[in-house]
């Protein structure tokens, strides 16, 4: 890095990365990002953080969690290198993904059967009268913010 690296404001970063400066400040207080520099008591970042953020964006789409995020980027022990944190999170969630990929799936049945669907109301229809086209329980993750109720 070189010593007249321009320094960049929490805004500078924030509208480079796409994001809001609380988003940015959060992440320093979880840990996710490292604490910034201090020029007459504003933040003052270099460069790299914003690929710092990308890692921090290309980990969440993943599924890591922030607890996740944190661990895969802080400082480690001599001899112990990115490579093998990355390994030890991916065999941790893995089990996670392939639970989700199996739910989908059967959902994604479900809802293949009830594209087919011409009951007259829910109360006769086999899809939620017959316990075994059920979905299995669990959390099924939509955005319905874009529903809108009709009145």
Do not use: N
């Amino acid at each position: 890095m070189a010593a007249t690296e321009p320094l960049l404001s929490i805004g500078e970063v924030a509208a480079r990365a796409g994001l809001r400066t609380s988003h940015i400040r959060y992440y320093e207080r979880i840990g996710v990002l490292p604490l910034p520099d201090r020029v007459g008591g504003q933040r003052r970042y270099h460069e790299e953080i914003l690929h710092r953020l990308a890692v921090a964006d290309v980990a969440q789409r993943a599924g890591f969690t922030l607890d996740e995020i944190r661990e895969l980027t802080r400082p480690q022990p001599e001899g112990h290198g990115a490579g093998d944190r990355m390994r030890e999170l991916a065999e941790r969630k893995r089990p996670d993904i392939e639970a989700l990929i199996q739910r989908a799936q059967a959902v994604k049945r479900w809802l293949d059967i009830a594209s087919l669907c011409d009951c007259e109301t829910v109360d006769v229809c086999v899809l939620f009268t017959d316990p075994t086209l059920a979905p299995p329980p669990g959390e099924v993750r939509l955005d319905v913010r874009q529903t809108t109720a009709r009145r």
